[in-house]
């Protein structure tokens, strides 16, 4: 068995450096990086940056003018027929989001790039929210009824947006379906560990990855899932909507006391921020540029905005216009990097264990260890880093864990572009929850495949470079909605309303009206 695991980590040994091409493109090549000041930005960050900057011009800054009313929808309760709430659909887009990536995503950028790392995180995810509000309307726009679901998002509006070919939809649904069954391994592994890790603080003992409690552990979580994933995006959405606000709010109470009890250290993380940024150390390579790509790529990998990976929950919602879920999907953004990465930011920035005696030892564990070894440094001595430690892997498990479930979901919607038909969409389903289920046995065998695990990070980058583009290609849309919803007239919105005549749900919609 180890022999089949190590043979697939050797086939995906050329990941890795084909995720790091992609990302630096062109600074790997010395005519570029030898240009003064764009010699630093790479074209995935200039992409995305860029992107954000131009969408929120255009759209008036609508994620700061049009935050407050994104609160009022998500309190709203809102009987559907067809679908999900807008609520739903936002807590959907959250187990996504707020994922591993918002713990050893931040830990990870802040050990290469250092704490500015996390100023260019915040300006990433700031303009990043116009790039989901854009994608959250288009999925809104050209969604379709399924029975009582509605399904769409970037093989959906992709498909429309250039020239509805079959073969556009297909292609796109099954890009993300592979990107998902590429990151589906590292989620079971990531829920499995940290369970184990759990078991472990509360017994005071190891216990082998090999033994039976791992074995149980591990037929409980792909019975579970397969229970709830199979049920359908509605059942799915009544669990993220329990999971989603108890993780988080766990999360953020937990991060709050290690700081109030390090309050003195606070001053610290604001210096180490903003000076990093811009003046960053020479322990962490001295480069403004690999300061700033660590911040939009682990951003990115946290909060999604410009992957089009979260627009099928934006989908999803029976909202009452397509730019309400748009404003939805543009605070998730918030939610995720300015709330959570941040309050990650602050426990290892505060720990700032890469200046301690064994500075050398800390920046060679696995990113996980590295955020408990910081809390370590933060509750020394005390009962707390044993409570702190036990609460925020559990918060892991339950990030690992929800994001799981988001990605099941998610290619089943995808998987409606090929389609719609139950037999297909079983087998996505049990595709999916093998593949989750091999990700388990690689924790039980020992294993942790780095190769593999890169997948996720080429994923991210592979499908940017696809859904931005399209983006554009619909932005004009996106304009006209937006000109509508704020009007605020009480006309319907139809296809007309944006030049088109093929948003079918929403002229149907019209004429019930």
Not at 64 to 85: C, D, L, P
Not at 253 to 258: K, S
Not at 338 to 350: A, D, E, K, R
Not at 462 to 472: D, E, Q, R, S, T
Request: hydrophobic share 50%; proline share 3%.
């Amino acid at each position: 068995m180890q022999g089949i695991f190590e043979a697939i980590n050797s086939i995906f040994s050329f990941i890795g450096p084909v995720s790091d091409f992609l990302w630096d493109f062109p600074t790997n090549f010395e005519w570029y990086a030898n240009i003064p000041v764009l010699g630093s930005f790479s074209l995935a960050i200039i992409l995305l940056l860029g992107s954000g900057l131009f969408f929120s011009f255009r759209l008036g800054f609508i994620q700061v003018t049009h935050f407050k009313r994104g609160v009022k929808i998500m309190a709203q309760k809102r009987a559907v027929k067809t679908g999900v709430s807008p609520l739903a659909a936002f807590m959907l887009s959250s187990a996504m989001r707020v994922g591993p990536g918002n713990i050893i995503g931040v830990t990870g950028a802040i050990a290469v790039g250092g704490p500015g790392a996390v100023f260019w995180m915040w300006v990433s995810a700031f303009f990043g929210m116009a790039v989901a509000y854009m994608e959250g309307v288009l999925a809104q726009i050209f969604k379709e009824q399924k029975d009582d679901e509605f399904v769409g998002g970037l093989p959906f509006y992709g498909r429309k947006l250039l020239g509805n070919k079959v073969w556009v939809g297909v292609f796109l649904s099954v890009l993300y379906i592979l990107y998902a069954l590429c990151c589906l391994p590292a989620q079971g592994f990531n829920v499995v560990s940290s369970v184990g890790r759990m078991a472990e603080i509360v017994t005071g003992a190891a216990i082998a990855s090999d033994s039976l409690f791992y074995y149980i552990i591990g037929a409980l979580i792909v019975a579970g899932t397969g229970l709830i994933a199979f049920g359908g995006i509605k059942k799915v959405t009544k669990w993220t909507d329990k999971m989603v606000p108890v993780m988080a709010v766990l999360y953020i109470v937990t991060v709050l006391v290690l700081i109030a009890l390090n309050l003195g250290a606070v001053p610290y993380f604001f210096t180490a921020v903003f000076k990093g940024a811009f003046q960053p150390e020479a322990i962490f390579g001295g480069l403004f540029g690999t300061v700033l790509a660590q911040g939009v790529k682990r951003g990115l990998m946290s909060n999604e905005a410009g992957q089009g990976t979260i627009t099928m929950s934006a989908a999803a919602s029976d909202a009452e216009h397509p730019c309400e879920q748009g404003i939805l999907a543009s605070i998730g953004v918030f939610l995720d990097t300015i709330i959570i990465c941040t309050l990650s930011g602050f426990v290892v920035v505060m720990a700032h264990c890469w200046d301690k005696a064994d500075a050398v030892a800390w920046a060679a564990m696995d990113k996980l260890p590295k955020f408990t070894a910081s809390i370590a440094e933060l509750t020394p001595g005390t009962a707390m880093n044993a409570v702190v430690t036990f609460l925020v892997t559990l918060c892991f498990a339950l990030f690992a864990y929800t994001t799981l479930l988001g990605m099941i979901s998610f290619s089943e919607i995808a998987a409606n572009r090929i389609r719609k038909d139950k037999g297909f969409i079983t087998v996505v389903r049990s595709i999916s929850l093998f593949v989750a289920a091999f990700g388990i046995l690689c924790n039980i065998a020992g294993l942790n495949l780095d190769n593999l695990w890169a997948f996720s990070d080429l994923g991210n980058i592979l499908i940017a470079y696809v859904n931005i583009p399209i983006v554009f290609i619909g932005a004009r849309y996106v304009f006209r909605a937006t000109k509508h919803y704020k009007k605020n007239d009480n006309t319907p919105f139809t296809s007309e309303t944006i030049g088109r005549d093929d948003c079918t749900f929403w002229d149907e919609r019209s004429k019930e009206q």
